[in-house]
């Protein structure tokens, strides 16, 4: 596709239930990152994929948290026995290096909201 | 922890007024983005900067990066109502040009008309 894609958009959840959260990254983009975002707050580091393999797992708040990536390209963000603090917009991002710059471009991101 | 701090939080200016944001690393940064979130929306690149005391344009847009490459800043000259969102540095600590973004807490940017 042109940008990238996450699915869903939304999602409301009871907690104590599991969710999973999907990133498609542009074609060809080699990293993808997922960053969570709380209401009018900054972006906060999950995880970062090179390839299929993620060399920086640091931001994952829990071991609630999970992500893995296949085939180099769609990743999934799981979240077991969601909290209400979990709940915040999820975004995924992927890049490419070009002449040593790297630029990352957003999905729109997942709205999740715990009950 | 590495940290990169921004300020201010809020900005409120009248259209045609100019505004800063500045940005602030705890650790030297291998390179320093900036990006504009609009309100509902998700964030978008705007540049990136790499070298020491680097400074590059984009029409009113201004970017700084320090010589120590631990500060940044952006100005905005005459601004238009075009210009509301919220703006995030994010800086990449030590020498790597992939992995980890440190992303400030943003400056939102209010313009009345």
């Known amino acids: 596709g042109a940008g990238v894609s996450q699915s869903p958009s939304n999602k409301v959840t009871e907690k104590g239930k599991d969710v999973e959260l999907r990133c498609d990254p542009i074609?060809?983009?080699?990293?993808l990152y997922w960053y969570r975002q709380s209401l009018g707050q900054g972006l906060e580091f999950l995880i970062y994929?090179?390839?299929?393999?993620?060399?920086?797992k640091s931001g994952l708040p829990s071991d609630r948290f999970s992500a893995e990536r296949t085939g180099g390209s769609v990743s999934t963000l799981t979240i077991q026995r969601t909290q209400q603090e979990d709940s915040a917009v999820y975004l995924c991002?992927?890049?490419?290096?070009?002449?040593?710059?790297?630029?990352?471009?957003f999905g729109p991101g997942t709205r999740l909201l715990v009950l | 922890g590495q940290q990169v701090m921004q300020i201010p939080q809020y900005q409120h200016v009248q259209e045609g007024e100019d505004f800063t944001t500045y940005c602030n690393s705890s650790?030297?940064?291998?390179?320093i983005q900036w990006y504009k979130q609009r309100p509902g929306g998700h964030p978008v690149f705007l540049i990136q900067?790499?070298?020491?005391?680097e400074v590059k344009k984009q029409k009113r847009l201004t970017f700084q990066f320090g010589e120590a490459k631990k500060n940044s800043s952006l100005h905005i000259t005459a601004t238009q109502t075009t210009d509301v969102g919220t703006y995030f540095c994010?800086?990449?600590?030590?020498?790597?040009?992939?992995?980890?973004?440190?992303f400030g807490q943003g400056t939102t940017l209010q313009v009345k008309p």
């Open positions: 994929f090179q390839g299929n393999s993620a060399p920086d």
């Open positions: 900067l790499v070298k020491s005391g």
């Open positions: 994010a800086g990449r600590p030590g020498s790597s040009n992939t992995g980890k973004l440190i």
């Open positions: 074609s060809g983009h080699t990293a």
């Open positions: 650790t030297t940064l291998s390179n």
């Open positions: 991002a992927s890049s490419l290096l070009n002449q040593g710059l790297e630029t990352q471009y």
